[in-house]
């Protein structure tokens, strides 16, 4: 059976700028465990809408946020400034946790042009943006994902260079 760890009300935000998340921000417990890239798998459950599986990301310092996208926020009726109750759960298998197509391609999902542009690529280009992404350091992470979807939006298909 799965761990309950969060149980509080938070109030969503979103990043500034074009393509901006939409996200539950995370602050004041202890991580389920340290992860691959950062990341956690959780389910359970925000206001009435189930999540039978989420990716809570990080968000520098310690903290992580869970993205909430488009058809989510449409399901809840909310979107940023409103108040969301949040009840989470840590996954039962640890191996959820690495990053995948699947992970980046939900991140790409309040994007439509940048999710087309990726959906066309090959799949070791996907592969490449998925990698780049993921050799950031935690807090770096977010802001690769926000240039993705800048970049793929405008139509580039090579990612840009480590560093």
């Given at each position: 059976m799965p761990t309950e760890f969060l149980n509080t009300t938070v109030t969503l935000e979103k990043f500034p700028g074009k393509g901006g998340w939409t996200y539950a921000p995370l602050t004041g417990f202890d991580r389920v465990s340290q992860t691959h890239f950062g990341m956690q798998k959780v389910s359970g459950w925000l206001d009435e809408v189930e999540l039978p599986t989420a990716t809570l990301m990080p968000m520098g310092q310690g903290r992580l946020f869970l993205p909430i996208n488009?058809?989510?926020?449409?399901?809840?009726?909310?979107?940023?400034?409103?108040?969301?109750?949040?009840?989470?759960?840590?996954?039962?298998?640890?191996?959820?946790?690495?990053?995948?197509?699947?992970?980046?391609?939900?991140?790409?999902?309040?994007?439509?042009?940048?999710?087309?542009?990726?959906?066309?690529?090959?799949?070791?280009?996907?592969?490449?943006?998925?990698?780049?992404?993921?050799?950031?350091?935690?807090?770096?992470?977010?802001?690769?994902?926000?240039?993705a979807c800048v970049l793929l939006a405008q139509g580039a298909t090579e990612r840009p260079p480590r560093g």
């Open positions: 488009a058809a989510l926020r449409k399901q809840l009726g909310k979107q940023a400034g409103d108040a969301v109750h949040l009840r989470l759960f840590a996954a039962d298998d640890a191996a959820a946790a690495a990053v995948s197509l699947l992970d980046f391609e939900e991140c790409l999902a309040d994007t439509p042009a940048a999710l087309r542009t990726f959906r066309a690529l090959a799949p070791a280009q996907q592969q490449s943006w998925v990698a780049w992404v993921a050799a950031a350091a935690d807090e770096q992470q977010v802001l690769r994902v926000e240039k």
